[in-house]
């Protein structure tokens, strides 16, 4: 069986009471709605869209050592990382999310006949020497502990945040030093990796703790980030208001501090969720043009625009800003 993911210890029972099960069909269509009106907006704005192909996700699959069945193709930022004109399928750390890129196939085709390089990470075995099988939850006081080990590498790609020449990284429940110190040899000299550590006893995606939103303007978690890193001191920081997601919205994969996965489309415009109020005045103070989308249903399933998106052209150039 595939192996559950790490959760604060409040959310272990919702994913329980969902594992091996499909997600509540009401959810799925609301969050599809949304979908949909992101889609409309993003176009509006000037964004060309493109698509995943939907691929089985209960389909029962194997490798050598274990049997999973799939998660869902909903979030792009999670299995695929664009660095210059690279698209890199990253070796993720799920069992249940092992094919997940094959979704993205075609347009991954797609886009390397029109000139982009295509490489992949290392597959991994996933065998149980992957794991920590003896993990407990640390709770808020206790010290981080990983349920990944450095038997392989394993990286997520949303454990990766860009800045033209510069990335900034994090250790987490799915990217291990293996993961990362293979990136960075894979990638050479043109690009910098910084490695930072926040206080999240529950590490897994950088996008929702620290959002660097244009140049000298970054957006922080409030607890996480006890202090600015020293890569940031010149910047203006915003540190996130207090999410507003009600305690009846189910959760399943995620903490509310999703409110921070905003999207940036340019260095003024932003979308952000209709129902965020505090955040929509936030980016307004902060100098920003913030355009609303509903996406409550959707943030159930683990992520929001950023998560949702994964940008493969931007005009400019490449620049360092730190």
Same mark, same amino acid.
């Given at each position: ?58 389909? $029962? =699959? ?48 797609? =886009? ?14 996933? #065998? ?7 993990? $407990? ?37 799915? #990217? ?14 043109? =690009? ?61 994969? $995620? ?68």
């Amino acid at each position: 069986m595939s192996l559950p993911p790490v959760l604060p210890s409040n959310q272990h029972e919702t994913f329980r009471r969902q594992a091996g099960r499909p997600f509540p069909p009401h959810l799925v269509e609301a969050a599809r709605r949304e979908l949909e009106e992101f889609v409309r907006i993003l176009k509006g704005e000037g964004v060309t869209v493109r698509r995943p192909q939907p691929i089985p996700q209960n389909q $029962t =699959y194997s490798t050598l050592d274990w049997a999973s069945t799939g998660l869902y193709a909903a979030m792009p930022r999670d299995a695929l990382l664009v660095v210059g004109n690279e698209i890199i399928e990253c070796p993720m750390a799920w069992r249940s999310r092992y094919y997940e890129s094959l979704a993205y196939r075609p347009l991954l085709k797609e =886009y390397f006949r029109s000139g982009a390089r295509w490489s992949a990470g290392p597959k991994p075995e996933l #065998t149980d020497d992957q794991f920590d099988l003896e993990w $407990t939850d640390p709770g808020q006081d206790g010290p981080t502990r990983l349920v990944v080990t450095e038997f392989e590498p394993t990286f997520d790609a949303a454990d990766f945040t860009r800045l033209g020449r510069d990335i900034i990284a994090q250790r987490s429940n799915v #990217t291990n030093d293996f993961g990362i110190e293979w990136l960075r040899r894979h990638l050479g000299d043109e =690009y910098q990796i910084h490695v930072l550590e926040f206080n999240d006893r529950h590490p897994m995606h950088i996008d929702a703790t620290l959002v660097p939103l244009a140049p000298g303007k970054l957006l922080i978690h409030p607890e996480r980030v006890t202090e600015v890193p020293d890569l940031f001191k010149r910047w203006d920081v915003l540190r996130a208001p207090k999410p507003v997601i009600p305690d009846s919205h189910p959760l399943y994969m $995620t903490s509310k501090w999703l409110n921070m996965n905003i999207l940036m489309l340019d260095e003024q415009r932003v979308i952000v969720e209709r129902e965020d109020e505090p955040m929509i005045k936030a980016m307004k103070q902060f100098g920003f043009t913030p355009i609303p989308c509903s996406f409550r249903h959707f943030n159930s399933f683990g992520g929001s625009f950023h998560c949702a998106t994964l940008d493969i052209r931007r005009r400019g150039s490449l620049q360092s800003y730190l």
